[in-house]
């Protein structure tokens, strides 16, 4: 699916709908078991950010800025949804008229004309706009891993909303709002480009403008709590099922096989990083195993709705070894600190599985076909290149600007004592553990 | 008198306590603690990132007794916190000047 069921025929049934309520009601009929699952998988990936993804991280960090990263995915998640509800679905999914190969419109700023009966697809609007709202939450949340524990909160936020309405709103319209990547016919089913590449490379540009954390490479920065990380990566794994399963937009085959593929693809992965791990570092890792599995959650996400079992586990194994690669060696060999690998596995894994699509979509392979306008596997990888290469262009480019002028304007970083001192007392006046 | 510093493996603790209680050791001092010796650190890998753990957690027990018991607890804590691997610990011995208990004013002997 490339326009997650929202072209811009829908569009134009939703200003059919509010001159005739009558015959838009005919056209659009509303399917109670879609609703009832569309429900739980918002609460699904909502259930990601927090407490998944925010346990996830916070484990990895020091006990000095524990409650710092859980700050930071908290706070996104109220941002992010405002913003959404402000103008940032209206940016997305709505028609943007000449423009509309870019970016939206403002038509439905402060969700103006969705009501209780505008319909979207076979789901009421609102459902359509809230799960929307949930994977506009959790991308800006993964690039927080990047930057952890050196950051100012003020920095961060004035970051991450400016980002949502500038990199976010319009990525997500290309892919999936009715804008050109979409027309390409890329296949990014669950947000291979729109969420994990998108955050994986923000999270690269973030941590080289913001610098190393004191004492980088060479001082031990250990995991505080590595249960939290297993806790939070275990809810990332249940929550995931709402975000691919979900990105069908409806219960049916499409979303059963999507259920399928992320189980299969995460398990996969989970032991292809173990088994990596455990022969070049003879011991299998509880951190690894469960990178592992996100890496291939990842690496799934653009796939999920076109592959089948086998491609899933290829890409799982792919992305589990490949990821494993990127977050040991290769951000030892160049020196950069991201944190908490938020390129080495969102982005690499978000472009292994974003290219392994165009592979096994292919009938012939088990997959449920290649996108709308390619006729062969070269021309469908050439579109999922196509679209790997755009996200990374663009959000490299503009989230370097961003960080550059807000960095001349208020400053990213905290100071240095700060920094030592860690930034729950620091920037918040709190402890997480008091033991 | 005599005070008896053992620093040994965690895990033994339990043992050792219960070798002591059998030759009528009356009560003893647990620290948590942390060194190196011959078994130096040891190693920790998070996704790549090594590093060295140069202190290695113990448990340090201190008793107090009298001289004639010093023999009989020396063997006790031996044989209970040996596993003969690196890393069982060592025994210290010093010479103890004065004891009291405080609730009764007892000295000495009586006060251990």
Redesign the interface.
């Known amino acids: 699916m490339t326009t997650r069921k929202f072209p811009a025929a829908m569009a134009a049934w939703g200003i059919a709908a509010m001159l005739t309520p009558a015959l838009a009601e005919a056209q659009d009929a509303l399917d109670s078991g879609d609703t009832a699952w569309m429900i739980t998988a918002t609460a699904l990936v909502l259930f990601m950010t927090i407490p998944g993804l925010s346990l996830f991280y916070a484990g990895m960090v020091r006990s000095k800025n524990v409650l710092s990263v859980m700050m930071q995915c908290f706070a996104i998640t109220a941002l992010a949804t405002v913003l959404w509800m402000a103008y940032g679905y209206s940016l997305a999914f709505e028609d943007g008229g000449s423009l509309n190969p870019l970016v939206g419109g403002l038509g439905k700023a402060f969700l103006s004309g969705v009501t209780v009966d505008t319909v979207s697809g076979t789901i009421p609007e609102t459902v359509f706009m809230t799960f929307q709202m949930t994977f506009a939450i959790i991308t800006p949340a993964l690039i927080v891993g990047a930057f952890a524990e050196r950051m100012k909160f003020s920095a961060m936020l004035w970051f991450m909303g400016l980002w949502l309405t500038i990199v976010y709103a319009p990525l997500c319209h290309w892919v999936w709002g009715g804008g050109w990547l979409g027309d390409w016919g890329i296949l990014d089913f669950a947000g291979g480009t729109v969420v994990h590449i998108n955050a994986g490379i923000t999270g690269l540009v973030a941590a080289i403008v913001l610098g190393k954390r004191k004492g980088y490479?060479t001082t031990?920065?250990?995991?505080n709590n590595l249960v939290l990380t297993v806790v939070g990566a275990s809810m990332l794994w249940v929550g995931w099922f709402g975000f691919n399963a979900g990105s069908e937009l409806a219960a049916d085959g499409t979303a059963g096989m999507a259920l399928a593929v992320t189980q299969i693809a995460t398990a996969a992965a989970a032991l292809g990083w173990m088994f990596s791990e455990w022969i070049s570092?003879r011991?299998p890792?509880v951190?690894?195993i469960a990178?592992g599995a996100i890496a291939g959650l990842v690496a799934i996400t653009p796939a999920s709705g076109s592959v089948g079992p086998f491609g899933a586990l290829l890409i799982g194994i792919a992305a589990g070894v490949g990821c494993f690669f990127a977050?040991?060696?290769i951000?030892?060999a160049f020196g950069y600190d991201d944190s908490l690998?938020v390129f080495g596995v969102h982005a690499v894994g978000g472009i292994i599985g974003a290219l392994l699509t165009g592979i096994f979509a292919a009938e012939a392979l088990g997959g449920a076909g290649l996108g709308e306008g390619n006729s062969g596997i070269a021309g469908q990888l050439g579109a999922q290149l196509v679209g790997v290469v755009a996200t990374l262009v663009y959000s490299g480019v503009v989230s370097l600007v961003l960080l550059k002028v807000l960095d001349s304007v208020i400053g990213l970083r905290v100071d240095e004592e700060a920094e030592t001192e860690g930034l729950d007392i620091a920037l918040h006046d709190e402890r997480g553990y008091i033991l | 008198m005599k005070i008896v510093t053992a620093i040994i493996k965690p895990f033994k603790l339990d043992d050792v306590r219960e070798a002591l209680a059998e030759v009528g050791v009356q009560g003893m001092t647990v620290t948590e603690v942390k060194g190196f010796g011959r078994q130096k650190g040891h190693t920790?890998?998070?996704?790549?990132?090594e590093?060295?753990?140069d202190f290695v957690p113990k448990v340090k027990i201190e008793i107090a007794i009298d001289s004639a018991l010093l023999d009989q607890v020396i063997e006790a804590v031996t044989k209970a916190a040996r596993t003969e691997k690196i890393g069982d610990g060592k025994i210290f011995v010093h010479d103890l000047d004065q004891a009291v208990r405080i609730r009764t004013g007892e000295t000495n002997s009586d006060a251990l």
Do not use: C, I, N, Q
Not at chain 2, 44 to 49: I, P, V
């Open positions: 490479p031990a920065m250990p995991p570092h011991k890792s951190l690894g990178t977050s040991t060696r951000k030892r690998d | 920790e890998l998070y996704r790549g990132a590093y060295v753990v």
